[in-house]
C-alpha cells in the first residue's frame, strides 16, 4: 500500500519535509528556510534592532545558533536587505578546554565573513579583562564556594563583550539568543523570585543604560530545534561535544523540562516568553519597581548596577584577583 506524501501547505507544490506543530503548517525545505529568515528580518524590522548608521557586533561562539544567525546576516548583507550598517564579526574565546572545540569553526566563520565582507576578529577574556574565567573559577571553588562554572563563564563573557564594544565603538552587539534561551531565563527568574531581572528582559535590552553597550536579538522568536534544522538544511556544521559543564547549569533541566511540556502544548515556549515581556512591561512602568532597581556606578569599575558592587567584580573580588583586574583594566584605558 502506496501512502502520499503531503505537500508544503506553503507552496503547494513541493513535498513538506517538516511540520511546524505550532501552527500546524507543514513546510517543505526551500519555504521552511525561508519562514526562519522571514521572521529574523521582521523581528529586525519591527522592533527596529537595525538602524541606518549602527556600528554592531555580531557575536559568534562557533555553535549552530551564532552560525546561523551570521549565515542569515550576512545573505541580508550580501542582498543589500541590510544596508547603511557596519557589522564587525568577533568571537570572544573563553580559553577553557571545550573553547578549542568551537574555535575549530574559525574556518567556517572566516568564510562566511569573506564572501559577506565583513571582519572577523577573535579576542580572549584575559586579554580583555586581565583576569581568565578558570581562574577565578578556581579560586572560588579552593574557598569551598559551590559555584558553577557556567556563572563565570556567563558573567565574564558579558563583562567582556561590553568592555570589547566600547573598544570598538559598537552601537549595538547582536547575539543569537533563541525562544528557548529565553524560556529558561524567565523560568530562571520566576523559580529565584529575582523580579529585578526582568526590567533588562526583552528583544532589545540595556538600550536606556548608560555606559552599557545594547544587545539585540533577532532569532528571539525561533525555536531551538528550527535553527538546528534550518542549519542541517544550509550545509551549518553542528558542534559535536557539548560543553562538560552545562550539566551543572539550571537550564539544563529547564531544557527537558520545557520539552515535556511543549508536546502538550506546542505554543508554551511563546507563551511563556510572552508572559516574561509582559511582565517587564508592566514593571518597568510601576513607580515602586523604578525606585528598586535604580542603577548606580559600579564603585570599582564604574559600570551600571543595582548594586554598590556589579557581578563580574564580585566574583573577582571572591577570587582574590582584584588587584590584577584593575590594574590591567587600568592599563587598558591609557
Not at 50 to 67: C, P
Not at 183 to 204: H, I, M, P, Y
Not at 219 to 234: G, K, S, V
Request: aromatic letters at 8%; charged letters at 30%; one cysteine or more.
Amino acid at each position: 500500500m502506496h501512502t502520499v506524501q503531503r505537500l508544503c501547505t506553503r507552496c503547494r507544490k513541493r513535498p513538506a519535509a517538516y511540520l511546524r506543530a505550532s501552527s500546524g503548517e507543514a513546510l517543505c525545505r526551500q519555504c521552511f528556510i525561508k519562514s526562519i529568515e522571514d521572521k529574523v528580518l521582521r523581528t529586525i524590522r519591527d522592533y527596529e534592532l537595525v538602524r541606518s548608521g549602527d556600528n554592531i557586533g555580531l557575536a559568534v561562539s562557533g555553535g549552530k545558533d551564532s552560525l546561523v544567525l551570521l549565515h542569515i546576516i550576512s545573505k541580508f548583507i550580501r542582498k543589500k536587505i541590510l544596508r547603511d550598517v557596519k557589522v564587525q564579526v568577533f568571537t570572544i574565546d573563553e580559553e577553557l578546554e571545550y573553547s578549542k572545540h568551537k574555535l575549530e569553526r574559525q574556518s567556517v566563520i572566516r568564510k562566511m565573513c569573506e564572501e559577506a565582507g565583513l571582519s572577523y576578529n577573535v579576542y580572549k577574556i584575559s586579554e580583555l579583562l586581565g583576569i581568565s574565567v578558570e581562574e577565578v573559577y578556581n579560586r572560588i571553588r579552593q574557598q569551598g564556594e559551590n559555584i558553577h562554572m557556567c556563572t563565570i563563564c556567563g558573567v565574564l563573557r558579558r563583562k567582556a563583550m561590553n568592555e570589547l564594544a566600547k573598544r570598538l565603538n559598537l552601537t549595538k552587539i547582536m547575539t543569537a539568543h533563541n525562544l528557548d534561551d529565553e524560556a529558561q531565563t524567565v523560568l530562571l527568574n520566576v523559580f529565584s523570585n529575582d523580579l529585578k531581572r526582568f526590567k533588562w528582559f526583552g528583544v532589545e535590552t540595556g538600550e536606556d543604560v548608560e555606559s552599557f553597550v545594547p544587545r539585540v536579538k533577532p532569532m528571539r522568536f525561533i525555536r531551538e530545534e528550527e535553527i538546528a534544522l534550518y542549519a542541517y538544511f544550509t550545509g551549518i556544521p553542528m558542534l559535536e561535544r557539548e560543553c562538560p559543564y552545562v550539566r551543572e547549569n539550571p537550564r539544563y533541566f529547564l531544557k527537558f523540562l520545557l520539552a515535556e511540556l511543549e508536546r502538550k502544548n506546542p505554543n508554551i515556549k511563546y507563551m511563556i516568553v510572552s508572559f516574561g515581556d509582559s511582565l517587564s512591561r508592566l514593571l518597568q512602568e510601576t513607580e515602586y519597581f523604578r525606585r528598586k532597581v535604580s542603577l548606580r556606578r559600579c564603585r570599582i569599575c564604574g559600570s551600571p548596577t543595582t548594586s554598590e558592587i556589579c557581578r563580574a567584580c564580585d566574583l573577582v573580588m571572591k577570587a582574590g584577583l582584584l588587584d590584577k583586574y584593575v590594574l590591567a583594566n587600568t592599563s587598558g584605558e591609557r
